[in-house]
């Protein structure tokens, strides 16, 4: 099972064009996969999705089909993800 930087590096072409699209996280305990972009770092609730509070939370980039291995922990930045990208010989 790979991490949620290791699918985001392998499947997210470009980072959301917006600024405030600081982190990135995938629900934390719901199965759905969806990922979505915040400007404040999130903490997981105890309902299993990410929160950064009212108003930190811009959108939904997508549904991964796979689960990162480490969806309850993983809070990805932008330079995480450039890092991660650059490291991949197929992008």
Known sequence: MET???ILAKDLAEW???VK??????????LDGQV???SK????????EWSA????????LKYCHDMA???TTAIITR?????????????
Do not use: M, N
């Open 79 to 91: 330079e995480q993800w450039e890092a991660a990208r650059q490291l991949r010989s197929d992008y």
């Open 21 to 30: 699209a600081v982190y990135i996280a995938q629900d934390c305990e719901d």
């Open 16 to 18: 959301p064009d917006d």
């Open 36 to 38: 979505a972009w915040y």
């Open 41 to 48: 770092k999130p903490v997981c609730t105890k309902t299993g």
């Open 4 to 6: 949620l930087l290791e």
């Open 53 to 60: 509070g009212e108003g930190f939370h811009y959108g939904y």
């Open 69 to 71: 291995s480490d969806q």
